[in-house]
């Protein structure tokens, strides 16, 4: 079912949507806030474990105490939650599918260009997309974000050899 019709416009796929960036922050916020305040609990537990290794330190850090720490190690978990959750939004892969390239843009900048005659394959490899030249070298690989029917498609529509489940 492929078209290959030059006419077709760019499509985009990959990213977050604005649902997706809010589940990711919270998630992550969440995560990191209950991290830092379960932290002494969780470090006195292995404290005791003797097969754990660095027993001095874990016994340092369940001994924080103070009551400032009692908020502040949440708030730092929520920090530090929040910036790893930027980081995982900016850094998925955003595609931009043309009849003759593709586009791989991270952090808003372009990282690749994979041009269409190099294209033998393309296909989902578990979570991740794969595209490979004739020869099977790997032209890109990585998490592609969003409705995998909506990624399938894009390719499908500009003439792409997909080798993966159809819709």
């Known amino acids: 079912m492929t078209n290959g019709d030059d006419t077709l416009p760019v499509r985009t796929?990959?990213?977050f949507d604005?649902?997706?960036r809010r589940w990711v922050t919270g998630m992550f916020a969440v995560g990191g806030a209950a991290l830092g305040a379960l932290l002494p609990l969780l470090a006195r537990w292995a404290?005791?474990?003797p097969w754990v290794p660095f027993q001095g330190p874990l016994r340092l850090l369940g001994s924080f105490d103070q009551t400032w720490l009692t908020w502040g190690r949440p708030v730092l978990g929520l920090v530090a939650g929040l910036a790893l959750a930027a980081w995982v939004v900016f850094d998925s892969p955003v595609l931009d599918v043309g009849p003759d390239r593709i586009q791989?843009?991270?952090r808003g900048e372009v990282?690749?260009?994979v041009e269409r005659a190099k294209v033998a394959a393309v296909h989902p490899r578990g979570s991740k997309l794969r595209i490979e030249t004739e020869s099977g070298r790997t032209l890109f690989e990585g998490d592609v974000e969003g409705d995998k029917a909506q990624i399938r498609r894009a390719f499908v529509d500009h003439?792409?050899?997909w080798e993966g489940p159809a819709d």
């Open 18 to 20: 604005r649902s997706g």
């Open 111 to 113: 990282e690749r260009v």
């Open 47 to 49: 404290a005791e474990l």
């Open 159 to 161: 003439g792409y050899p």
């Open 13 to 15: 796929v990959g990213g």
């Open 104 to 106: 791989v843009r991270r």
